[in-house]
């Protein structure tokens, strides 16, 4: 048999496979095999795209849309498995495999959405929609896939068509290469650290991290400290050596932008006005236009409005939060104005000073497996009667990853859970909810679904310590995967996920409440050596610290987020050059009042993932758009009882459950039983 054959009867995205709710078979797939099936899933899916355009019968819902929707389960499969392993655990040979699949994916996706006969049929279709007998899913399916082909150029002359396919394809690779120089970068800018002195307030788990982080490295008898993708970098808050402070946070906030391999300026530059001069091909005056068409704040206006609303108050607190650790800094000796590089530090010893307790102090009180099994999947059971149980049987697609059956209230096997919880060089940055299969009531699927974290890893035998943000990390993504594993819908368009990006948060956002829910925390947090609970003393004081620093918080973030609007309302003509965009940051965040240089934006342009290579172009404010009607839920929450099943299962069926197969804000009202209210939020982030 020759080589070409051996690979066609191997591979395994070719078939569906018979792992329980379809899962991956990790254990057979190798890079190799990647290629083919990319190869293979394309061309069936236009073939099958071409036979539905083609057809000699008048088009219907079920010969057209239905048929759509059926098509591509090659490219799906490998997709699907690829681009999340290419976020999780990476290597050379899957990086250069994305730069050569990513412009080839946008074109084929231009030869489905730009194929004139078939717009047709979807347009004919689209035309008698209100004499179609169709039930709501499959109208609003119709109604979407319209809009898709439509923003994607599907009415344009030939001319302009062939310019956005040019457009889409130099835009997935510019995505490629911006993904894999952060990276690069963030492991190339580790901060290597002489001696253990300068290590003074690490704890004896992160020292002795960074000396193996070091020997990996062939440097015996030095230290590395590795970096996270964003500006701030959580060794700040415990390091006393100021000098090793400022070398770790201008090596995070120079990532991109100094020249050299990684440099991500010119990546960014273009993307930008290709982006730009794709928005006015297709009739919006910036992509930010015609990105927040399809989301639920819909227009610029509304976008800029909230931000702008925002950011004076936020500003006004973080002032306040920085003359107290003016007078904390001063006290303790320090000459001079404090640094961006002191905040976390200073913010420690305030925390310490106003509410009696140090944040390090929490931490033998978050074991991962307490968190996980007594938090996490505590409040899953209470709220929605779910049970965990770990298998071993499954492939893996790293050691690190582990499988949890999940079964539903009365015993069905509901889903499959991958929790990927350690970082590692060959992970991006950040924590995400990622899907392997997704529900389809359509095509039989149940989902498989992965949250990803980069905790890190203690050395061997020592337990996994958490610090409180992990812990609500590791609610907020669970969140993401509840939205995935009660799907209910018909169509994979609307599954789980799919959603508009200022509302995918949302779900998950409302799950963070109950890493805080006195019956919750009181299951999970426990010391990880004498099995006491926390101290009541101490959980009142965690509890009553919610709303601290929140001036820092709110502004880093809506630093970013209004750098992100700046970037996408641009026109082509207006975007900076590679040199320019220091200068352009600098201006943007001047002009929105939110230039404080003892708050970084939470992500810098040349690192900004969102934005670039995530999906979140003209869409990182919907963390707190979403927060809006997050802070509105958790009320109805209290006001109802909170951590009971009759809300859980409302929250699952009327909302969870749904995914995209209804407008997003219809299902809020129906939820709630009236428009969103901010106040919660303000109160929440201290901006009443």
């Not at 119709?142 to 302009?160: C, I, M, N, S, T």
């Not at 006004?316 to 320090?334: C, I, P, Y």
């Not at 049987?393 to 690190?400: A, M």
């Not at 799950?511 to 299951?523: F, H, I, K, S």
Request: with cysteine; aromatic share 10%; hydrophobic share 40%.
């Amino acid at each position: 048999m020759n080589d070409a054959a051996t690979v066609t009867e191997a591979n395994p995205f070719f078939a569906e496979s018979t792992l329980p709710f379809q899962y991956p078979p990790f254990d057979r797939i190798d890079d190799g095999l990647y290629m083919p099936a990319f190869e293979r899933g394309m061309e069936e899916q236009l073939a099958e795209v071409e036979a539905i355009a083609a057809s000699t019968e008048a088009p219907t819902f079920e010969n057209t849309l239905v048929a759509l929707e059926r098509s591509g389960r090659v490219l799906e499969r490998v997709s699907q498995v690829f681009f999340n392993l290419n976020s999780a655990n990476t290597n050379d040979a899957l990086d250069a495999i994305r730069s050569e699949i990513a412009p080839r994916l946008a074109a084929h996706s231009d030869q489905i959405l730009l194929n004139g006969a078939l717009f047709e049929r979807v347009r004919a279709l689209h035309e008698r929609r209100g004499e179609l007998d169709l039930d709501d899913e499959s109208r609003r399916l119709l109604e979407e896939y319209y809009k898709d082909f439509v923003r994607a150029g599907a009415r344009l002359p030939e001319a302009d068509q062939e310019r956005l396919r040019e457009i889409n394809a130099e835009l997935a690779g510019l995505e490629a290469t911006f993904t894999q120089n952060v990276l690069n970068e963030v492991n190339a800018a580790a901060v290597v650290v002489e001696s253990r002195d300068a290590l003074v307030g690490l704890s004896e788990n992160e020292i002795t991290a960074a000396a193996d982080a070091a020997a990996a490295q062939d440097l015996d008898g030095k230290y590395v400290v590795a970096l996270r993708n964003t500006s701030g970098q959580p060794p700040l808050a415990a390091l006393e050596n100021r000098d090793l402070r400022r070398r770790i946070m201008e090596a995070s906030l120079a990532r991109g932008s100094q020249g050299g391999e990684f440099d991500n300026r010119d990546v960014i530059s273009r993307m930008a006005r290709l982006r730009a001069e794709r928005a006015v091909l297709l009739g919006y005056a910036n992509h930010a236009a015609y990105s927040l068409e399809r989301q639920t704040a819909r227009t610029v206006a509304a976008v800029n409005e909230r931000l702008a609303s925002l950011a004076p108050a936020a500003v006004a607190n973080a002032e306040r939060e920085a003359a107290d650790l003016r007078a904390v800094a001063a006290a303790g000796g320090q000459e001079g104005a404090v640094a961006a590089w002191d905040w976390a530090y200073y913010t420690e010893q305030v925390r310490a000073e106003r509410y009696a307790f140090d944040a390090a102090a929490l931490r033998p009180y978050f074991e991962l497996d307490n968190v996980l099994h007594n938090g996490v999947f505590h409040a899953a059971n209470g709220l929605y009667g779910l049970t965990f149980r770990e298998r071993t049987d499954l492939p893996v697609y790293h050691p690190d990853v582990r499988v949890f059956d999940v079964t539903d209230a009365g015993g069905e096997p509901l889903a499959l859970f991958l929790a990927d919880l350690y970082a590692r060089p060959s992970k991006r940055g950040g924590a995400w909810m990622s899907t392997f299969v997704s529900q389809s009531g359509l095509l039989g699927q149940q989902p498989v679904v992965a949250n990803c974290l980069n905790i890190p890893k203690p050395p061997e035998g020592e337990p996994t310590l958490l610090t409180f943000d992990e812990v609500e990390t590791l609610f907020h993504e669970f969140g993401h995967a509840l939205h995935a594993f009660f799907s209910a819908v018909r169509y994979p368009y609307f599954s789980g996920t799919s959603v508009p990006r200022d509302f995918v948060e949302y779900p998950s956002q409302v799950n963070e409440m109950w890493a805080t829910w006195p019956e919750v925390l009181r299951n999970y947090a426990v010391h990880h050596e004498t099995g006491e609970p926390m101290p009541a003393d101490l959980l009142d004081k965690v509890l009553a610290s919610e709303t601290f620093n929140q001036g820092f918080a709110t502004t880093e973030y809506l630093a970013a987020s209004l750098l992100d609007q700046a970037w996408h309302q641009l026109t082509a003509a207006e975007v900076p050059d590679a040199d320019g965009v220091a200068a352009f940051e600098a201006a943007a965040l001047a002009r929105a009042g939110v230039a404080l240089e003892t708050v970084p934006p939470r992500y810098r342009s040349t690192y900004f993932s969102h934005i670039w290579s995530h999906g979140y172009s003209a869409g990182y404010y919907s963390y707190i758009w979403a927060e809006v009607l997050d802070a509105d839920t958790v009320e109805w929450f209290r006001e109802n009882g909170g951590l009971r099943r009759e809300n859980g299962d409302r929250f699952r069926r009327m909302l969870l459950s749904r995914g995209g197969s209804r407008d997003a804000m219809e299902l809020f009202r129906d939820f709630r039983g009236r428009e969103p209210d901010i106040a919660p939020l303000l109160a929440r982030r201290g901006l009443d």
